[in-house]
């Protein structure tokens, strides 16, 4: 059987967003956002002010693609008095909200930076750090977050009789999460939380998996009128 473990929704604001751009810049080296404007200038990008255009810096970080769209998000609100994020504004500001809640457990800056630099990474860490945010609510005290392969673990300083693990597993599946469901089922000691893009057609097939503790998260991004928001579930699979 499954249930749902949380959901948690996230609009930003523009301080918000101004806020999560100074932090994301406080990590990153002096020099990376200014190397990515000035590739940038040689894209579709510079001249689509508020379009789209990941298809056309695929060799682009995308930390950068965030910020530099999260700027132009900026600027508007500022010039017109009206602030409506986008996409990568409210992903940009996600992401740098949980950084500053979290920061005392994350690792150092320099291999935060690494983490953000790197687009596979970067994707877990903005899945896993609003599990991290919402356990320490539960006043759980997530602490030594590591990469770990496909993923991070991180453990909890003190588990409670309604989550006793000690140490959480975070995989991103994406799309087929069967080859990390059979690692998850092969003993991983710990809960495990493991983030598809969307929910299985059939989640009582993840039942199968003999595991205590197994999370499924996904995160869904919807317009609403004071712009983009993000929502995010997690279910959880008892054997």
């Not at 080296?29 to 190397?35: E, M, V």
């Not at 700027?71 to 609100?77: L, P």
Request: aromatic share 12%; hydrophobic share 40%.
């Amino acid at each position: 059987m499954h249930k749902e473990f949380y959901r948690l929704s996230f609009i930003a604001d523009l301080q918000l967003t101004k806020s999560a751009l100074m932090t994301l810049e406080e990590i990153m080296s002096p020099t990376f956002f200014q190397q990515a404007i000035d590739r940038l200038k040689e894209t579709s990008l510079a001249d689509a002010f508020g379009r789209d255009c990941r298809e056309d810096i695929k060799n682009i970080p995308l930390l950068a693609y965030w910020w530099y769209k999260a700027q132009e998000d900026t600027v508007f609100a500022d010039l017109s008095g009206h602030y409506y994020p986008g996409e990568a504004a409210a992903l940009a500001s996600e992401l740098g909200f949980h950084i500053r809640q979290l920061r005392p457990q994350l690792p150092p800056d320099s291999d935060l930076a690494g983490f953000l630099g790197n687009d596979r990474s970067l994707l877990g860490l903005s899945h896993i750090l609003p599990i991290m945010y919402y356990l320490q609510n539960l006043g759980l005290v997530p602490q030594e977050l590591v990469p770990d392969q496909e993923g991070f673990r991180f453990t909890l300083a003190n588990p409670k009789d309604d989550f006793p693990f000690s140490r959480i597993w975070f995989f991103y599946a994406a799309e087929d999460p069967t080859p990390l469901l059979k690692k998850v089922a092969n003993g991983v000691d710990g809960a495990v939380f493991l983030q598809l893009n969307s929910p299985p057609a059939q989640l009582c097939e993840l039942t199968q998996i003999a595991r205590p503790g197994l999370y499924i998260t996904t995160a869904n991004l919807a317009r609403t009128q004071r712009g983009m928001s993000i929502e995010r579930q997690a279910y959880r699979f008892d054997v």
